[in-house]
């Protein structure tokens, strides 16, 4: 059975402070890596799509890689605005499905 | 990009009324659509994945007859909630997969917040 574990489950950051989220899977056969944000109140939005280890994507302040057994998001000096649940799921070979972690909180003070 | 439309967004009703949420995908065809339950400061839990002509296929633990899904066409999905009662209160999520190769990601909607009273 697919396992997705996040760490942290929260994170408070001053504005300006970078780290990493990060995202641990167990799958059969990886099809795809999917990084999502989610407001409150909102369906996830997607971020980021990884397939082979040593792949790495950016978009703006964020940053998502992949290994064989976890990937990392990045956050360069985050914004107030990137507070968000952070969410990864992966999708294994034998299906579509996808298959959710629990989600990173982030909040980014001012 | 693609847009997922879910309609309605938030509805309150009293217990053993059916409620029908609609997922429209609104610039693209959808061959798959995913239902999912979300419950506060839980992650997506998927309920069932949803073909257009042919029947829903339910996660293990979800009753089939409480929570009917059809898709009858490759732009709209939808989830009844036959006789409500409190404990189907929670946030319910549809997503649309185009379809078009494994590097597609789902496209989500914006949820429907459920209200039993």
């Known amino acids: 059975e697919d396992q997705v574990t996040q760490s942290p489950e929260a994170l408070r950051l001053q504005e300006g402070e970078s780290s990493s989220l990060n995202c641990s899977y167990t799958?059969?056969?990886?099809?795809?890596l999917f990084w999502y944000r989610q407001d409150p109140g909102k369906g996830p939005e997607f971020l980021f799509t990884l397939y082979s280890a040593g792949e790495e994507k950016e978009k703006e302040r964020l940053k998502a890689t992949l290994t064989k057994k976890e990937s990392f998001l990045h956050i360069t000096a985050p914004k107030p605005e990137d507070s968000a649940t952070y969410l990864c799921?992966?999708?294994?070979?034998?299906?579509?499905?996808?298959?959710f972690g629990e989600g990173t909180q982030l909040t980014v003070n001012p | 990009g693609a847009v997922v439309s879910q309609h309605p967004s938030w509805v309150i009703c009293k217990s053993g009324t059916s409620v029908k949420i609609e997922c429209r995908s609104l610039d693209f065809q959808a061959t798959t659509m995913f239902w999912y339950r979300q419950f506060p400061k839980q992650s997506l839990m998927l309920m069932a994945t949803s073909n257009e002509g042919s029947k829903a296929t339910y996660e293990q633990g979800v009753e089939k007859d409480k929570f009917l899904i059809n898709h009858a066409s490759l732009t709209l999905s939808t989830l009844t909630v036959t006789s409500a009662h409190p404990e189907d209160s929670s946030f319910y999520i549809c997503?649309?997969?185009?379809?078009?190769?494994?590097?597609?990601?789902?496209?989500f909607g914006d949820g429907t917040r459920l209200s039993i009273l």
């Open positions: 799921a992966v999708r294994e070979t034998s299906g579509s499905r996808l298959t």
């Open positions: 799958v059969s056969g990886l099809r795809g």
């Open positions: 997503s649309a997969d185009r379809g078009q190769g494994i590097r597609q990601p789902q496209h």
